[in-house]
C-alpha cells in the first residue's frame, strides 16, 4: 500500500469515526432535588439514552424521539434577509436550533418516571422528571 493510500484511509477512518461520535452528559446534582444520579446520550448512530438512578431504583430511556426546532420566521426577524439569514435557513449555522425530548423512563419492574428535557444547539439539556407520585425532579445535564 503506497503512503498516499496510507494517509487518505486513515483520513476517511479519522472522519467516519468523528461524524458517528454523539453527545453523552452527567446528570448535575440539584441542592433541593433528592439525591440523584444519570447520564443523556443523543446524537450518533447510537439512539438516545437517558438513565436516572433515584432513591435505589435505576430508570432507563431508549429509543425516544428527539424533536428539533428552528423558528426561521423569527430568524428572519431578528437578522433580516443576507448571508447569516441565508447561513441558518440552510443548516450551515445550526446555533439557532432548540431541540426537546419526553423520554419515558423504566425500571426492570416497569415502575416510569416521564421527563421533559429542552436544550439550545451547543447547551446540554435540562428539565425536569415526574415521578409515579407527581413529584418532580429537577434534572440538569452537563
Not at 432513591?55 to 425516544?64: K, Q
Not at 437578522?79 to 426492570?108: C, E, N, W
Request: with cysteine.
Amino acid at each position: 500500500m503506497s503512503a498516499i493510500t496510507k494517509v487518505l484511509a486513515t483520513c476517511f477512518l479519522g472522519v467516519t469515526l468523528s461524524g458517528c461520535v454523539g453527545h453523552t452528559h452527567r446528570l448535575v446534582s440539584e441542592n433541593d432535588s433528592p439525591p440523584v444520579t444519570g447520564s443523556f446520550s443523543h446524537e450518533g448512530t447510537q439512539p438516545p439514552v437517558m438513565v436516572l438512578e433515584l432513591e435505589g431504583a435505576r430508570y432507563e430511556g431508549r429509543g425516544f424521539v428527539i424533536q428539533h426546532h428552528q423558528d426561521l420566521a423569527k430568524v428572519r426577524q431578528l437578522f433580516g434577509p443576507g448571508k447569516h439569514y441565508d447561513q441558518i435557513s440552510s443548516g450551515m449555522d445550526r446555533d439557532h436550533i432548540r431541540s426537546s425530548a419526553s423520554p419515558v423512563l423504566r425500571t426492570q419492574n416497569g415502575e416510569t418516571i416521564r421527563c421533559l428535557l429542552a436544550w439550545r444547539s451547543g447547551q446540554a439539556p435540562s428539565g425536569f422528571c415526574t415521578k409515579p407520585d407527581g413529584k418532580q425532579i429537577d434534572v440538569r445535564f452537563d
